[in-house]
Nanobody
Framework: QVHLVESGGGLVQPGGSLRLSCKFSGRTSDYYAIGWYRQAPGKEREGVSCISFEDGTTYYTYSAKGRFTISRDDAENTVYLQMNQLSSDDTALYYC???????????????????WGQGTLVTVST
């Protein structure tokens, strides 16, 4: 059964860093990709980054590229999102999900269950 749990959110000052974790259940073969999404207050949910479980390709939105790094540790069944140079614009509830969509990337594969974690809150403020 596919199940995701995020952690690592918190309060950070502008310019600071955070690393989010997405713990996934089961086997890596149960997944084709895991993506990070976020939803800021009053805004729609948007894709931030994604990593393929098939070939390791990583994807980033324009705002994340150069600041965020997505990675995967199969031994720990965890996908990470390292976020640097954070600004108030990055304040949002961050989710991981078994999908890979963003403003400038789209990767899908039939036959895989879509699942979402419960989210972890990131607040960038002084």
């Amino acid at each position: 059964q596919v199940h995701l749990v995020e952690s690592g959110g918190g309060l950070v000052q502008p310019g600071g860093s955070l690393r989010l974790s997405c713990k996934f259940s089961g086997r890596t073969s149960d997944y084709y990709a895991i993506g990070w999404y976020r939803q800021a207050p009053g805004k729609e949910r948007e894709g931030v980054s994604c990593i393929s479980f098939e070939d390791g390709t990583t994807y980033y939105t324009y705002s994340a590229k150069g600041r965020f790094t997505i990675s995967r540790d199969d031994a720990e069944n965890t996908v990470y999102l390292q976020m640097n140079q954070l600004s108030s614009d990055d304040t949002a509830l961050y989710y991981c999900a078994t999908k890979c969509t963003g403003e400038n990337y789209y990767r899908t594969k039939y036959g895989y269950t879509e699942a979402w974690g419960q989210g972890t809150l990131v607040t960038v403020s002084t």
